[in-house]
Antibody, heavy 120, light 107 residues
Framework: EVQLVESGGSFVQPGGSLRLSCAASGFTFSTSAMSWVRQAPGKGLQWVSTISGSDRNTYYADSVKGRFTISRDNSKNTLYMQMNSLRAEDAALYYC?????????????WGQGTMVTVSS | DIQMTQSPSSVSASVGDRVTITCRASQGIIGWLAWYQQKPGKAPKVLIYAASSLQSGVPSRFSGSGSGTDFTLTITSLQPEDSATYFCQQTDSFPITFGQGTRLEIK
């Protein structure tokens, strides 16, 4: 079964750090570009970051650049997002998603999301 | 950044109706556009990719069209299970951007 399962979401104070994980199964993870997309409660979808299958190319939204780092371990079929210097506006449900083909493609597989709450 | 503007922001229609949702990009994106359906408490699900390609398993009453800056998602013969929020997404260039969403209510 094709599946993405996120974990690592939690409650954190402003300025804190979290590492999200996304375990992939049922498809060839190592050649698949992957992304993180977030959704604040009651709001729309916001793309956060993308990493190519080869791990050579990474892309970030301006709002997280310099604070978040996307990475992957193809030997573990796992995608990560290291989130530092968290702000209240980072609070959201974080989805990992697989890109259909290359960077110019849609997200054809989504996980169920992991919740990040940032509050003092 | 490419801005994606969806209209309407909400729509109410009856079973069997035809519904059209539009998405306008602030600059040309050729056909690099996808449509997603999201139901409450669930992850988004892709319906249409590359502007007009139907995702496997998605009912044929869903269709997409357009190129350049103007795109349309059409749902013919609306069904109760189509009640959801619909988002467009441009994949032409980074940063990837989404429309603000259209909430579809079934009367």
């Amino acid at each position: 079964e094709v599946q993405l399962v996120e974990s690592g979401g939690s409650f954190v104070q402003p300025g804190g750090s979290l590492r999200l994980s996304c375990a992939a199964s049922g498809f060839t993870f190592s050649t698949s570009a992957m992304s993180w997309v977030r959704q604040a409660p009651g709001k729309g979808l916001q793309w956060v970051s993308t990493i190519s299958g080869s791990d050579r190319n990474t892309y970030y939204a301006d709002s997280v650049k310099g604070r978040f780092t996307i990475s992957r371990d193809n030997s573990k079929n796992t995608l990560y997002m290291q989130m530092n210097s968290l702000r209240a506006e980072d609070a959201a449900l974080y989805y990992c998603a697989k890109l259909r083909v290359g960077p110019r493609s849609d997200f054809d597989i989504w996980g169920q999301g992991t919740m990040v709450t940032v509050s003092s | 950044d490419i801005q994606m503007t969806q209209s309407p922001s909400s729509v109410s229609a009856s079973v069997g109706d035809r519904v059209t949702i539009t998405c306008r990009a602030s600059q040309g994106i050729i056909g690099w556009l996808a449509w997603y359906q999201q139901k409450p408490g669930k992850a988004p699900k892709v319906l249409i990719y590359a502007a007009s390609s139907l995702q496997s398993g998605v009912p044929s009453r869903f269709s997409g069209s357009g190129s350049g800056t103007d795109f349309t998602l059409t749902i013919t013969s609306l069904q109760p299970e189509d009640s959801a929020t619909y988002f467009c997404q441009q994949t032409d260039s980074f940063p990837i951007t989404f429309g603000q969403g259209t909430r579809l209510e079934i009367k």
